[in-house]
C-alpha cells in the first residue's frame, strides 16, 4: 500500500510539473508559474486529500457512515428508506420530552408550542422519503400522518389564543382577567412570577391543559409503539 501510493503520488507531481510542456507558448495570460499551480491545486492537493482520506479507512483510524446526500433537491439515499426515517425521527424525538409529558409548573407553554410546531414541520419533510408501495414504509407514513393530524390540531385550537395572550401580558407586564364580565387588573407582576404560576391565569388554562394531555397520552400510546423512545427517563423529572 506504502509502494502504491508513492508511486501513484510520483505520477502525479510529473504529471503536475508537465502541464506547460503541452500548453502553447502563446497561450495570452497564462505563465509557467500559473499552470503549476492551477495543476497543483486541481491535480495534486485533491489527491493527497483523497489519499490521506483512504488510508485513514484501511488503518481504521477514520469512520465515515454516509446515510443520504442531498445534491440539486434530488435526495440520495444509501441505505434503506424505513431505517433511514426510523434513526432520524428516534433521535429527534429523545429531546422532544413535552410531546409525551408536559409539566404544568416548570414548562413554558409558549416553548411548548414551539416545539410541537418544530415536531409537525420536522415531521412532513421526513416521511417524504418513505415508499408507499412498501408495507413497512406505508404503516410508517400513515403514523406520520396522524402525528401531523394530531399536532396540527393542537395548534390550530390553542395556539394563537395562548400566544396572543402571553405576548400581551409580558409585554404589557399585567395580568387581566375576567369576573364577571368585566375586566379586571390583578395586582400582580407577570416578571416576578415563576412560569408556572402566571400560565394558571390564562383564561383557557384548564382547556389547554387537556389538549397537552391528549397530545402526550397519544405519542405515549400510539407513537411510542412503534417509534421506541426511552420515556423512562422523564418519569422522575
Do not use: C
Not at 501513484?8 to 508559474?33: A, G, R, W
Not at 393530524?149 to 395572550?165: E, G, I, M, P
Not at 387581566?176 to 391565569?201: A, D, S, V
Amino acid at each position: 500500500m506504502k509502494n502504491l501510493f508513492i508511486t501513484v503520488f510520483l505520477v502525479m507531481v510529473v504529471l503536475t510539473f508537465s502541464v506547460p510542456i503541452f500548453i502553447p507558448q502563446e497561450v495570452p495570460y497564462l505563465t509557467k508559474l500559473q499552470l503549476i499551480i492551477t495543476a497543483l491545486i486541481t491535480l495534486l492537493i485533491p489527491f493527497l486529500l483523497l489519499s490521506l482520506i483512504i488510508s485513514a479507512l484501511i488503518t481504521r483510524h477514520l469512520h465515515i457512515q454516509l446515510e443520504r446526500m442531498n445534491i440539486g433537491g434530488i435526495n440520495l439515499l444509501f441505505k434503506q428508506p424505513d431505517r433511514i426515517f426510523l434513526n432520524s425521527v428516534q433521535t429527534f424525538l429523545e429531546t422532544k420530552r413535552t410531546l409525551y409529558k408536559v409539566d404544568k409548573e416548570l414548562d413554558n407553554f409558549n416553548e411548548t408550542l414551539d416545539s410541537y410546531f418544530e415536531t409537525y414541520q420536522f415531521f412532513k419533510k421526513e416521511m417524504m422519503i418513505l415508499d408507499l408501495k412498501k408495507d413497512e414504509q406505508k404503516k410508517l407514513y400513515d403514523l406520520s400522518s396522524k402525528i401531523i393530524a394530531k399536532l396540527n390540531l393542537f395548534l390550530t385550537t390553542y395556539q394563537n389564543n395562548y400566544r396572543r395572550w402571553y405576548k400581551n401580558t409580558i409585554d404589557e407586564n399585567k395580568i387581566t382577567i375576567f369576573e364577571g364580565g368585566n375586566e379586571k387588573e390583578l395586582n400582580k407582576n407577570p416578571h416576578m412570577m415563576r412560569i408556572g404560576e402566571l400560565q394558571t391565569y390564562y383564561y383557557d388554562y384548564d382547556e389547554i391543559l387537556k389538549g397537552f394531555e391528549s397530545v402526550n397520552t397519544f405519542f405515549r400510546k400510539e407513537v411510542n409503539s412503534t417509534l421506541k423512545v426511552d420515556i423512562n427517563k422523564w418519569e422522575d423529572e
